[in-house]
């Protein structure tokens, strides 16, 4: 009787004591920055958001359906020049965190999209970006190439580059940049996509109880 006394407090406490300890997390989500310009509506920050950016890219692979919210809450994307397409040592970070655990990694998405042109080729060697099955890779005209760096490294920090991976969070925010060359920033960036993801599930599981509780 006691030992189910105990079990009992448990199934119980669990909840509350997950929730506690993932809101005083050092990578509590609400603590990771909003990248971009930011505006005010009067009573709130607005965040800046890439969604408008998504849904213009109809001419190529990369088209908003490819990248829905629910195959895709979270995910880590990063562009590919032509001056960058033959410079693997840009990946080296990800590439040696693949080779030694890559089951802390293999289930998280990644987008790269690649420049494309007439001195540029299609059926240039993209084999360097297909580290694991988890990855996407499509083309981008190098027409307009530029104008896709200027969104999604709008206001960006100085220290950064355009071969930058960002994080995306649900919203379509930019939650990091990461160097994809140091196995550290990979950490990095894993432990902040993971944090992201959990946080997303417990939203979707207090949305479903609320529209439970509703419905009763």
Same mark, same amino acid.
Do not use: C, Q
């Given at each position: 009787m006691k030992n189910k006394k105990w079990?009992?407090? !448990?199934?119980?406490?669990?909840?509350?004591?997950?929730?506690?300890?993932?809101? !005083?997390?050092?990578?509590?989500?609400?603590?990771?920055?909003?990248?971009?310009?930011?505006t005010f509506n009067g009573k709130d920050s607005i965040f800046y958001t890439v969604q408008p950016a998504f849904k213009h890219l109809k001419d190529t692979t990369l088209v908003s359906e490819t990248i829905d919210t629910e195959n895709y809450p979270v995910f880590g994307l990063m562009f590919v020049s032509k001056q960058h397409r033959k410079e693997g040592y840009r990946l080296d970070g990800l590439m040696e965190y693949l080779k030694y655990k890559k089951s802390n990694i293999e289930h998280l998405p990644?987008?790269?999209?690649?420049?494309y042109g007439i001195d540029v080729p299609v059926t240039d060697d993209l084999s360097f970006l297909k580290p694991y099955n988890n990855t996407h890779v499509y083309q981008w005209e190098t027409q307009s190439f530029?104008?896709?760096?200027?969104?999604?490294?709008?206001?960006?920090?100085?220290?950064?580059?355009?071969?930058?991976?960002? !994080?995306?969070?649900?919203?379509?925010h930019i939650r990091g940049y990461y160097d994809m060359r140091y196995v550290a920033e990979v950490k990095r960036f894993i432990d902040e996509c993971k944090h992201l993801v959990i946080k997303e599930e417990k939203n979707k599981t207090t949305q479903q109880n609320e529209i439970k509780t509703t419905a009763h």
């Open positions: 079990l009992l407090l !448990l199934i119980v406490a669990f909840p509350s004591a997950f929730w506690i300890i993932l809101e !005083l997390s050092t990578i509590n989500s609400k603590k990771l920055p909003h990248h971009g310009p930011k990644f987008i790269f999209v690649a420049e530029d104008s896709l760096n200027n969104v999604f490294f709008k206001e960006k920090p100085y220290y950064i580059d355009y071969s930058f991976l960002m !994080l995306i969070d649900k919203e379509r």
